[in-house]
């Protein structure tokens, strides 16, 4: 069986399969993970390119039985093409919805940062792009925070979700969160994500 992982980071959940190195491929975007995986993963045999969204995928139609996607970003046609008939499409995805709630408290208005990516639209494209839908799943769970600082760390590193966060800017919201966390205990958000496997009719 050959697998491919799409925006595979720096490879290490596509490590963790343990594949054989020879029918395994994979994919990244980001100049530091590119590096990463030039280093790890093609010293392996592993057929690692550099590729981009919305970068046509550098691999042949009909390459792979099973093609994975963990939060990259979604070509349902381009997944379809690589896969041979039959072949499966797993994808596991941060939704449009994520962390929405926490944005809000900090910096009122702003539009959803992903607003496609929702699993009903997900599920019509791969039908659309000639795919079976046979597992389809959301949740939207907790996600909890016990100190502002802690916080503004957060809002920091996700900027796609808190554009032009910053702290004075921000300042009366983050008192409000402080007094929050001192009445409650904690500050609760919801993070928000999606499943899908899919068959290649």
Sequence with gaps: MKICDYDTGGGEFLLSLQHPHK???????YPPNVELCKEMLLPLGIDFKPCAYPEPLPFADGSFDLFLNRHG???????????????MFITEQVGGDNDHDLTELVLS?????FPHNMLEERVEKLKEAGFEILRAEKAYRPIRFFDVGAFVWFA?????EFPDFCVEKCKDRLTEMQKTIEEKG??????????IVARKK
Excluded: Q, Y
């Excluded at 029918?23 to 975007?29: D, K, P, V």
């Excluded at 208005?109 to 940062?113: D, H, K, M, V, Y």
């Excluded at 920091?156 to 796609?160: F, L, N, R």
């Excluded at 904690?186 to 499943?195: C, M, N, P, Q, S």
């Design 156 to 160: 920091h590193i996700i900027e796609w």
């Design 23 to 29: 029918n395994t491929a994979a994919t990244e975007g």
């Design 186 to 195: 904690e500050i609760v958000g919801t993070i928000h994500r999606f499943l």
């Design 73 to 87: 970003d979604m070509d349902e046609k381009e997944f379809a093409r690589v896969l041979n008939s039959g072949g």
């Design 109 to 113: 208005g702003t539009p959803i940062a």
